[in-house]
């Protein structure tokens, strides 16, 4: 974590409908994130979490206030330009994953890149890496719906990282999954925080995964009702190293044969195929990954790994 504020807001107020139906979902917040921080927002049902969430994020506008990014008002600039800057320096991972279910893993993670005008096959290459990081590049050519539920997510964290974001907001990252396979997904989250410096700013109701991150903001009926440390997690406990996050082994493969309709099937193919050929592509520069346009993340830790 540096000192640098990266997120702020100011006199921040969001409400809906009008007169006697007006309701004022946050009312007044003043805060900073810094850049690497792990911040947790938490709150009960109602109490205006989510909306601050949306908000930072630059999903939705506030009624009134600003939001700053690296020192910017973000109240200033025009739709084409906020859609723009939040696809760049924001990653999502959300409870429910927001797949298209249809399509192949590899399309699913390459979308933030088509958004922004990345070239195709420039595009491609990044995303193979951004699969590697969580351990699923063998999946590139199945669909999303065959995958297992910590699978899905870990496409969705693959697809947070793929544009090399400042920030990954978290809403519910493991609210659909068991603990086991939601403490898999905790591990990569704050390791790509804790090694990479990548901002984690995380949404959710389970205190435990509150109590891992270093700064805990309590909403209640609009407000900061409180703004305090957490618990960090232990170094001895989380930094082991490894290249790629580790693959379950009691999950089905389900490889079921490529399928998709878009005229690039051929090149998808081999991207992939040659991708998990070349043993030395991230890493000697020479190979088929571009060290000028791969993601600056390179692996992630995992407790436990040997």
Same mark, same amino acid.
């Given at each position: 974590?540096?000192?640098?504020?990266?997120?702020?807001t100011?006199?921040?107020?969001?409400?809906?409908?009008?007169?006697?139906?007006?309701?004022?979902?946050?009312?007044?917040?003043?805060?900073?994130?810094?850049?690497?921080?792990s911040?947790?927002?938490?709150?009960?049902?109602?109490?205006?979490?989510?909306?601050?969430?949306?908000?930072?994020?630059?999903?939705?506008?506030?009624?009134?206030?600003?939001?700053?990014?690296?020192?910017?008002?973000?109240?200033?600039?025009?739709?084409?330009?906020?859609?723009h800057?939040?696809?760049?320096?924001?990653?999502?991972?959300?409870?429910?994953?927001?797949?298209?279910?249809?399509?192949?893993?590899?399309?699913?993670?390459?979308?933030?890149?088509?958004?922004?005008?990345?070239?195709?096959?420039?595009?491609?290459?990044?995303?193979?890496?951004?699969l590697?990081?969580?351990?699923?590049?063998?999946?590139?050519?199945?669909?999303a719906?065959?995958?297992?539920?910590?699978?899905?997510?870990?496409?969705?964290?693959?697809r947070?990282?793929?544009?090399?974001p400042?920030?990954?907001?978290?809403?519910e990252?493991t609210?659909?999954?068991d603990?086991?396979?939601?403490?898999?997904?905790?591990?990569?989250?704050?390791?790509?925080?804790?090694?990479?410096g990548?901002?984690?700013?995380?949404?959710?109701?389970?205190?435990?995964?509150?109590?891992k991150?270093?700064?805990?903001?309590?909403?209640?009926?609009?407000?900061?009702?409180?703004?305090?440390?957490?618990?960090?997690?232990?170094?001895?406990k989380?930094?082991?190293?490894? +290249?790629?996050? !580790? /693959?379950?082994? &009691?999950?089905?493969?389900? %490889? *079921?044969?490529?399928?998709? @309709?878009d =005229?690039?099937? +051929?090149?998808? !193919? /081999?991207?992939? &195929?040659?991708?998990?050929? %070349? *043993?030395?592509?991230?890493? @000697?520069g =020479?190979?088929?990954?571009?060290?000028?346009?791969?993601?600056?993340?390179?692996?992630?830790?995992?407790?436990?790994?040997?």
């Amino acid at each position: 974590m540096t000192n640098q504020t990266l997120l702020s807001t100011h006199g921040l107020r969001k409400s809906y409908g009008k007169r006697d139906a007006k309701f004022e979902a946050l009312r007044g917040i003043n805060l900073e994130i810094k850049q690497g921080e792990s911040v947790a927002i938490v709150g009960k049902s109602g109490s205006g979490k989510s909306t601050l969430m949306h908000l930072l994020a630059l999903l939705d506008r506030p009624t009134k206030g600003e939001i700053h990014l690296n020192g910017e008002n973000t109240s200033k600039l025009r739709q084409r330009k906020l859609n723009h800057l939040r696809n760049k320096e924001f990653g999502f991972v959300f409870q429910s994953f927001f797949m298209n279910a249809n399509d192949s893993v590899l399309n699913n993670v390459i979308l933030p890149l088509k958004i922004d005008g990345v070239g195709r096959r420039e595009r491609k290459q990044r995303a193979m890496h951004a699969l590697k990081i969580v351990g699923l590049e063998t999946k590139a050519k199945n669909k999303a719906k065959d995958l297992s539920g910590g699978q899905k997510q870990r496409v969705c964290i693959a697809r947070a990282i793929v544009n090399n974001p400042k920030v990954i907001f978290a809403d519910e990252p493991t609210g659909n999954l068991d603990s086991a396979t939601g403490a898999k997904i905790e591990d990569i989250l704050f390791n790509l925080n804790q090694e990479h410096g990548i901002t984690l700013i995380v949404v959710t109701h389970d205190q435990e995964l509150a109590d891992k991150c270093q700064r805990q903001i309590h909403i209640a009926d609009g407000h900061v009702a409180s703004d305090k440390e957490g618990a960090l997690i232990e170094d001895d406990k989380a930094t082991r190293e490894i +290249e790629v996050y !580790e /693959e379950e082994p &009691d999950e089905e493969e389900g %490889d *079921e044969e490529y399928h998709e @309709d878009d =005229d690039d099937d +051929e090149e998808n !193919e /081999e991207i992939i &195929d040659r991708f998990l050929d %070349d *043993e030395n592509a991230d890493s @000697d520069g =020479d190979g088929f990954i571009d060290n000028n346009t791969q993601p600056h993340i390179t692996h992630v830790k995992s407790k436990g790994s040997k």
